[in-house]
């Protein structure tokens, strides 16, 4: 009725009379968030949490709640852009563009933008949302690019990327900054420019063409497109790892085939490699057998040579024994006959000393004379014992003599 108003915080009973009543929205911010309140005068202000106050119209014009950037670590930075250079205090250095100031902040930090100050976003493609935070260490997982062989075939190889930003203010300052892009874009270049293998080489020629852990550009020959773009822009990559390929569906038939003729050559080589192994055992088994035959042929030929041998040897010790036997016997009988003779001798002296005729007595034994030699003569003594001369010279010559050996006569 009298065209003022008052705000009445509850809980609270209020008698209204003549009055209009809205209802206020209440806003509340935390620990780590900020209230950013427009007046109906036009003026900003930023609240620090923690707070609560509500939207009153006849004073406030908006109202929203924000939240404080937290950063982390000292590889996480903001760009804070601010129209009023005396309300700006931050870690990092600042350049001016026109009427606007541009700062880095970087962490860590807990940073609470001040009305007059604008954080840049950043938008990537391999983002759905835009950012705030820009990280110095970026890793994109996964990423797939199209490769074309000699031949003409397809394939699609996939990669892990991980890329440093070396230099904020310069990767800041630049009006295309979408590092996935042009990360995508670059390396799909140098694959191409770099791919003379074949379909069924891509993994042999990927494993060479990437590297693993080495942020040194000269470590990076292969990749000069990459190495150009990242240059400009203020960052560097620091790995590449290969983890593998789809190929198309020609790749895959024809890589099919390749298997299947492959597998068969395979086959039949192993096939070829079993007969030429069996072949060779036969020819050893055979040259055993040769070298098993041709041994007991020379046992046989060696036995034969000691059998006719030991028989040469034999017919040679019976030679000799016959011979040694023989003259043995000679050597007996001529002793034989020796001592027949002087046994002879001997009775015909024993004869002569008892007076007996001789020569009757050699006529008498004449016939065995003519048999041969002593053994005539004694065989002649025999017969004429026998017929009594010898009793008859003997007593012819005298009397009787007991002494004359008649043993030997006969």
């Known amino acids: 009725m009298y065209g003022r108003h008052r705000q009445v915080v509850g809980p609270a ?26 007046h109906n005068d036009g003026s900003l202000e930023n609240i620090k ?10 004073l406030h014009k908006d109202m929203t709640v924000g939240s404080r950037r937290e950063l982390t670590s000292n590889k996480q930075h903001i760009v804070v852009f601010s129209s009023d250079t005396n309300t700006f205090n931050t870690k990092g250095g600042g350049t001016r563009q026109g009427d606007l100031e541009k700062k880095i902040i970087s ?12 954080v840049k976003s950043f938008k990537w493609t391999s983002r759905e ?13 996964s990423r797939e690019f199209k490769v074309k062989t000699t031949e003409g075939a397809e394939s699609t190889v996939k990669l892990t990327v991980e890329l440093k930003i070396s230099n904020i203010p310069t990767f800041v300052d630049c009006t295309d900054n979408d590092l996935h892009s042009i990360m995508m874009k670059a390396i799909q270049a140098d694959i191409v420019e770099a791919c003379d293998c074949k379909w069924h080489e891509i993994d ?10 080495k942020a040194d550009r000269a470590f990076w020959p292969k990749f000069n497109n990459l190495n150009n773009k990242l240059e400009k822009i203020g960052a560097k990559a620091t790995s590449i790892i290969y983890l593998g390929s789809t190929a198309s569906a020609d790749v895959v038939r024809r890589h099919n085939e390749v ?4 597998e068969s050559l395979a086959c039949e080589e192993n096939e070829l490699l079993r007969n030429r192994s069996k072949e060779k055992e036969r020819q050893r088994m055979e040259l055993e057998n040769i070298k098993l035959q041709g041994k007991i042929a020379e046992t046989k ?10 028989q040469q040897e034999l017919e040679r010790v019976k030679i000799n024994f016959k011979a040694e036997m023989k003259k043995k016997k000679d050597a007996a009988a001529s002793e034989a006959v020796k001592s027949e003779g002087d046994e002879t001798i001997r009775f015909l002296k024993e004869l002569k000393s008892l007076d007996v005729d001789i020569g009757k007595l050699l006529h008498g034994a ?19 014992v026998r017929n009594g001369v010898i009793q008859e010279l003997v007593i012819k010559g005298g009397e009787q003599k007991d002494d004359i050996n008649y043993d030997f006569v006969r």
């Open 366 to 384: 004449k016939c065995g004379v003519k048999e041969g030699g002593v053994s005539g003569l004694a065989s002649g003594f025999n017969d004429i």
């Open 49 to 58: 949490g923690p707070i609560t106050t509500y939207l009153n119209p006849v």
């Open 13 to 38: 009973l209020v008698r209204m009379f003549y009055s209009h009543i809205c209802f206020l929205d209440r806003f509340t911010a935390g620990p780590n968030q900020y209230l950013r309140v427009t």
């Open 204 to 213: 042999g020629f990927m494993k060479a063409f990437t590297v693993r852990g």
């Open 301 to 310: 030929v060696e036995q034969e040579r000691q059998r006719i041998e030991a």
């Open 259 to 262: 298997e299947a003729k492959a």
């Open 107 to 118: 962490g860590p930090t807990t940073f609470m933008p001040e009305v007059n100050d604008r």
């Open 129 to 141: 949302n835009k950012f705030e935070v820009l990280n110095e260490d970026h890793t994109f997982e």
